[in-house]
């Protein structure tokens, strides 16, 4: 029972550690879509 419990406690760490990355990503992106959509609309 240990190890499963184990297991589970380690996929959620790795899911929640993939989902803090993802989320960056999407943040990143999104600030860096808005700063070129704000240089294209000034230049």
Known sequence: ?????GSFL???V???I???IAYA????GKKFR?????EK???
């Not at 029972?1 to 419990?5: C, K, N």
């Not at 808005?34 to 704000?38: G, L, S």
Request: aromatic content about 4%; glycine content about 12%; proline content about 0%.
């Open 34 to 38: 808005d700063k070129k959509d704000a």
């Open 25 to 28: 990503g999407i943040i990143c």
């Open 1 to 5: 029972m240990a190890a499963i419990a």
């Open 10 to 12: 380690q996929l959620t």
């Open 14 to 16: 790795k899911a929640i």
């Open 41 to 43: 609309s000034q230049g």
């Open 18 to 20: 993939f989902a803090g």
